[in-house]
């Protein structure tokens, strides 16, 4: 248990978010697993300066279908000053009460200290088919690592794949797809004078696939902005994170005079027609500044929904725009849901593994948008599986898991392991 706690300290203690990269993860795990005999590469990127990798570690025969175990190597960007239980320190793994707290430890980085202990208890030599570990860099800025992965070629045919998401060790069979938009209005009025005041919003991060969980910073921004019935005139905003964080902040400067509202009511109109079944929406980012907005949306669908019908209703919102500004809605990210059979093999292993675990195995589908939609494009089978809890904590100050999930982890890592390849 030591080593395992000892492991997920040093893998947390890496920064691996999309400002930094990859690429320091991607090398000290590649090293993990050459010390245990696997062959490993590293596929190199740089983007925005952030030096990224994709880690591909292969062990056993050379012929036949393999099993493949993907985890994302990033996290989330973060507020360190919200992290109360590591001191203010994100990198910084602490244990209390059964949990161990840091970024990455739920989403997804504590999974591979897992799957390395895992690995420690089998005679890998014996392997009848072969196994596959991969991590992946930009899961959570757009997916490019998944996408790169698949284009290399470097992996034989997929018979079985565990994507690793903190699912509470519940296989999960379907997710939803993932867009993200990214509106840019500039004005052509002339700006407002007068004495400029400040006030800030204070919201709830959480996960956008479940927004209700948060409080929107920016939402409640716009809306008290709508109260004021154009008695005020924006100077400049900017609010929250990333567009798959429920924004927990928002700041605006504003001339309490008469001015032109410009779109921020049409803004909540959309978000206002996003109650529909089986999709999400999340306000992300808002920043205003010199008569210029940028906006970021995300829409999370199901598996069988179009998103199309609604990118329609979004740029209709902001079809006016010509008269007073110009406007152009950019599609950022494009990623598609999941969809896997509750009847498959796969799905029967894992059920059988959990069940001699005396867990409740019952395949499950989340909202929230995953790898799963491209590597079952690679895959015969699929599922989704890794221990924490998503949703009320990954994305989020104080992010943890709890230590008896992660030994029950390294515990399945061996067992499926053991079914699928030897």
Known sequence: MSRLLSLVRRIIAINSTATVGTLSLARFMGGELRRIGFSVHLDKHRIKGAGQANLIARVGPRRGKALLINTHLDTVVTDPKRWRKTGGNPFRAVLCNGYIYGLGTADTKAALACQIRALHSLDLKKLKRPLILTGTFAEETGMAGVRELIKSRRLPRIRYALNSEPTGLQPVIGNYGFRVYRIEIEWKEKKGEGKIREKTFKGRAAHSAKPWLGKNAIVDCLKWLERRDDKVTVVEMKGGLEANIVAPFCRIKFIPSKGPMGFFSDILKFLDLSGKKGQTHNLGTIEFKQNRLTVTIDHRFGPGIDPRPREKELRKCFSSAGRSATCVIHLERDNPA?????????????????????????????????????????ADELITIGPGVSYGNAHQPNERVRVKELEEAVAFYRRIIEKSCF
Do not use: D, H, N
């Open 338 to 378: 999941f969809s896997q059979s509750p009847k498959s093999k796969l799905v029967g292993k894992v059920r059988l593994v959990l069940r001699s675990m005396g867990k409740k195995p019952y395949p499950a589908k989340r909202p929230g948008c995953t790898e799963a939609g491209y590597l079952a494009q690679i």
